[in-house]
């Protein structure tokens, strides 16, 4: 049970990074603020390819993994430091605290995201990882909790 429940939280937290389009980060771009890093996620629900991640503007996340049928449920928190946003998620049932952080610049009026903390560990790639189409993502509100309530999240 705790294998299964592992690899759920691998692929929720994976689901939530995973670049539809990677490239290199051109030359002259510049890191977001901390302020606009903040603004991507606050209040809003990320709507990823195998889960969906609401992030609270006090700072938690609530998420639901399965699409289309929920399979399970996660929580946790979200910070911004510099250009980076890191969540620290677990899944229900497990104890374990899993960590995703993205980093963001701007090049022209492109924004740049490069997964630079993977969850199991893995290393993130500098050089061809950097990703423009992650701002569809993000979906203003809350569209997690009534999901997540149904399902028995905390």
């Not at 701007?106 to 924004?111: C, E, V």
Request: net charge positive.
């Amino acid at each position: 049970m705790h294998f299964l429940l592992a690899s759920i939280t691998g692929i929720i937290l994976g689901a939530t990074t995973v670049t539809a389009l990677a490239d290199k980060l051109p030359t002259g771009a510049t890191p977001l603020s901390a302020d606009e890093v903040r603004a991507i996620y606050s209040g809003k629900t990320g709507v990823y390819k195998a889960s969906d991640v609401y992030y609270d503007p006090s700072g938690t996340t609530k998420g639901v993994f399965g699409k289309p049928k929920a399979k399970s449920t996660f929580e946790g928190t979200w910070v911004v430091k510099g250009n980076e946003q890191c969540m620290y998620n677990k899944s229900k049932g497990d104890s374990k605290i899993y960590t995703d952080c993205n980093a963001f610049w701007r090049a022209g009026k492109n924004i740049y995201s490069l997964w630079s903390v993977h969850y199991d560990g893995s290393k993130p790639d500098q050089v061809n990882g950097y990703a423009i189409e992650r701002m569809k993502e993000y979906k203003k509100g809350d569209l997690v909790s009534k999901k997540f309530a149904a399902m028995g999240g905390e």
